[in-house]
DNA sequence: TTTT
DNA sequence: TTTT
């Protein structure tokens, strides 16, 4: 294919992970991200400050994680793709949703930092970077990922 | 602040850029982009696709660049951030769009690859990345580089 | 070209940045970044880390903001491209040395956090990814984002 | 940990894989990348090119992909991670090698482009990115991963 | 030489 | 609506 879909993003989480599961048994995550840029008003000289919120969702064994040690204004690295889902709302009015897969997440503290047992790297299947050296790389567990219908 | 928003693209354009200006007159272009993954359906043993569709947004010079020598099928590197954007439809209902504000563009060719003329990086402002080699580069910086010992 | 060469680091600092001037009087910044990765051996189920240090370099605006914030400890977003350079040593015997020459620097807090004006992003060159919201932005570019419906 | 060691390049192979086995028995692919940069001479004007080599180093799968697939000049996407190795040469003089341990890879054509079969995206280890819908994804192979010595 |  |  040589296609690549990837979105890396640091922010601060608006609330604390909702954590439900799937018909199979699996974790699923969802919470918002925020990211804010600031920059000064050529014209007026006066600072500006944008926020974006992105809707992060997590699987499995990154869904668990991120359920026990991320809260509400937790600073986190993600790193993870973009999926658009088509929906229709009780008014019948069809619409879009982007989100984020995210398939790694770091702890970076924050105002209200996790334990310390969490502040470490986590990976939704296999880990590939970060928790990959060169020997004695551990497989780690399985999943069936079959129905997230959430 | 310490936050960061950043997209990362491969993939094939779905149509030529459609390249407007402001009332400022400055160039904008919109185009979609399509990233695609393919697996392998571990309980049926078929081949899965699923293609994801982006809607890329540039300014200035990039949409310039991208208004010259990008078509329909076009391979590029995307980079850039993610921004919603609120707007009512005709039907008065509010909904919000996705896109991806890119300030890095890399032809890969494709299908229908462009001009080699075009066949180079192309950015959003001052060049940041690729644009600082060790020597020779930029007149007002002059650096002698056989003496850092670190 | 259509080349890309993007390194992307969070990490600690083993010292405080040691800021240089070249003849052009241009500020010049070296610093170390450690990144550790954390694994449990598959045979003997023991905790395992390994460190890695990277050589980071940084030019003008960067460099004086990292001298002036950054301290040994600190943790921080690095973003950059990798460049190697040849050097002969003393004894005679020629040594290349890989270093990042970084193009972006976000701070992440760490131990010794640094000031609360030095929380912010911080490029080399002028700002390209997080500097450019929708509206608003910069005086050379006024842009009626009302009515954009791609 | 908190910390990310991440290289991502676009580039051209300087020659085909050379692949080896470890004593395990697993495979483990060597190239060298090449990635360029070209910018104006402010002072001159003149066209100035640098091209960077990077080693990439791919495990297991990957290795085997790569060998099979890729050839001199080939164009790839690669992710990885930076990791250093100390040797000593013939001449008892200790030195450092920069390597990418490369845990993605893409196709994406290039002067030789390789058969159909191989454009694909490929990964070490369990995919995550791409190759992650939300539904029906696999497990894949069974590597050991002891004892990679070269 | 960092950090958890 | 792309591409392989």
Same mark, same amino acid.
């Given at each position: 294919?040589?296609? /690549?879909?990837?979105v890396t993003l640091i922010g601060y989480l608006g609330h604390a992970p909702e954590l439900r599961y =799937?018909? @199979? #048994?699996?974790?699923?995550?969802? +919470? =918002? /991200?925020? =990211?804010?840029?600031?920059?000064?008003?050529k014209a007026? @000289? %006066? &600072? &500006?400050e944008a926020t974006e919120w992105h809707r992060?969702?997590?699987?499995?064994?990154?869904? *668990?994680?991120? @359920? %026990? +040690? /991320?809260? &509400? @204004?937790? /600073?986190?690295?993600?790193e993870g793709k973009l999926q658009s889902r088509k929906w229709t709302g009780k008014d019948g009015v069809e619409r879009v949703t982007v989100e984020i897969?995210?398939?790694d997440m770091r702890m970076l503290g924050g105002r209200h930092a996790g334990h310390e047992d969490g502040q470490?790297?986590?990976?939704?299947? *296999?880990?590939?970077?970060?928790s990959?050296?060169? &020997? #004695?790389?551990?497989?780690? +567990?399985?999943? %069936?990922?079959?129905a997230i219908p959430f």
């Open positions: 294919m040589a296609t /690549l879909n990837k =799937t018909n @199979g #048994g699996d974790p699923v995550a969802h +919470f =918002t /991200l925020a =990211t804010t840029e600031t920059w000064k008003d007026t @000289g %006066e &600072k &500006k992060i969702v997590m699987y499995r064994k990154l869904a *668990e994680i991120s @359920g %026990e +040690f /991320l809260k &509400k @204004g937790s /600073l986190v690295y993600i897969i995210a398939d470490q790297a986590a990976h939704d299947a *296999e880990p590939r970077h970060q990959a050296p060169a &020997k #004695g790389r551990q497989p780690q +567990f399985e999943y %069936e990922d079959d």
